[in-house]
């Protein structure tokens, strides 16, 4: 049987195609820093112990199927000036998110969400708070979410103008009742998603339905407010949209009860009712928007026109023109998105 001669160790080759080391060496003796070629392959151990090779393949192995958890950060920021009617003021605004998600062996998931935010107006900090503590767990498209959670009717409406939003929207978006919703189920099969939230605080509740059909896209949503401390109303909303190549279209309606009075007096809500359009167009990395928006019940009402430059990398220029109650606003700045 051939030897194959090397300093400090002797290597001898055997019929089945193993390699067998000379049996006065100890296994846990280094291999020399050398190749040995033998046939068509190449080994090289630099300095390490068989024993320690084997230890490293087979906690490799072991670990290769297990799923870890994952931690990611993203977010968004803007900076610009905004003319309120009044006056010009230097902004910006940053909301970061912390995301973290992972998933059993039996293949449910589960994570957890924090936003970091932050806002300044001309000299002054106007926002600097850790938000919207969220924590979920889902499988096969059913979700559940506990914490400061967006209510189950928030969706639909129709677009704003500006860099940060000039407000055309909330004429008709304002509507709806931001509740304190700290419960939520959804579940989403195809291009259908059904939701449902509930203020466990106490009897309020919303649901909603969005669904996707070719160019169409439609949503409707519906919140009870029975434990108001000023009576019960309803909200409702419903939105419609269309989408074809460039151009774009929504049209939005809702209605809410709006407090006339403050609960001491025993004052009802008002229902009030309200509707809104939006139109977009898109040319390349240029995208403009024209939104009007209306209060059936007070008469108040308005309109905008903005426009999106996309630089590419998450960077934008964008900004609009407005007109909201009554008075001219505008904005010009930068968006970016992480």
């Not at 992972?102 to 969400?113: M, V």
């Not at 074809?244 to 609960?263: K, N």
């Not at 026109?305 to 023109?321: K, V």
Request: proline share 1%; with cysteine.
């Amino acid at each position: 049987m051939a030897k194959l001669h090397h300093p400090g160790c002797t290597i001898h080759s055997i019929g089945s195609g193993r390699l067998q080391t000379d049996p006065e060496k100890s296994e846990t003796d280094a291999i020399p820093k050398r190749i040995t070629r033998f046939g068509a392959l190449d080994w090289k151990f630099e300095g390490k112990t068989m024993k320690k090779i084997l230890f490293a393949s087979t906690a490799l192995v072991a670990t290769a199927g297990v799923a870890a958890a994952e931690i990611s950060f993203g977010g968004s920021a803007n900076f610009g000036i905004m003319y309120n009617g009044s006056e010009t003021i230097v902004k910006n605004e940053i909301d970061f998110d912390i995301k973290g998600s992972g998933e059993t062996d039996s293949g449910l998931k589960f994570g957890a969400s924090l936003d970091i935010d932050g806002a300044h107006n001309d000299s002054a900090t106007t926002q600097s708070t850790v938000a919207d503590p969220e924590v979920y767990i889902e499988m096969g498209g059913l979700k559940l979410t506990v914490g400061d959670i967006g209510e189950a009717n928030d969706v639909g409406g129709i677009s704003d103008v500006g860099f940060d939003g000039l407000g055309v929207d909330d004429v008709v978006d304002g509507l709806r009742e931001n509740g304190n919703d700290d419960v939520r189920v959804d579940y989403s099969f195809g291009d259908i998603a059904v939701a449902a939230s509930v203020d466990s605080a106490n009897d309020e509740w919303a649901i909603s339905a969005s669904g996707s059909f070719g160019d169409f896209s439609v949503s409707a949503g519906y919140r009870d407010n029975a434990n108001n401390g000023e009576g019960n109303h309803d909200d409702m909303n419903i939105t419609v949209g269309y989408s074809a190549g460039a151009f774009g279209v929504s049209a939005t309606y809702a209605e809410g009860g709006v407090d006339t009075d403050s609960p001491a007096n025993g004052a009802l809500d008002v229902t009030q009712k309200g509707y809104g359009l939006d139109v977009s167009y898109t040319q390349g990395d240029l995208t403009v928007v024209a939104a009007y928006a209306k209060n059936d019940t007070t008469g108040a009402d308005a309109m905008g026109i903005g426009a999106t430059y996309s630089l590419g990398g998450g960077a934008a220029i964008a900004g609009g023109i407005a007109e909201v109650g009554g008075e001219t606003v505008a904005d010009l700045g930068m968006t970016f998105s992480f």
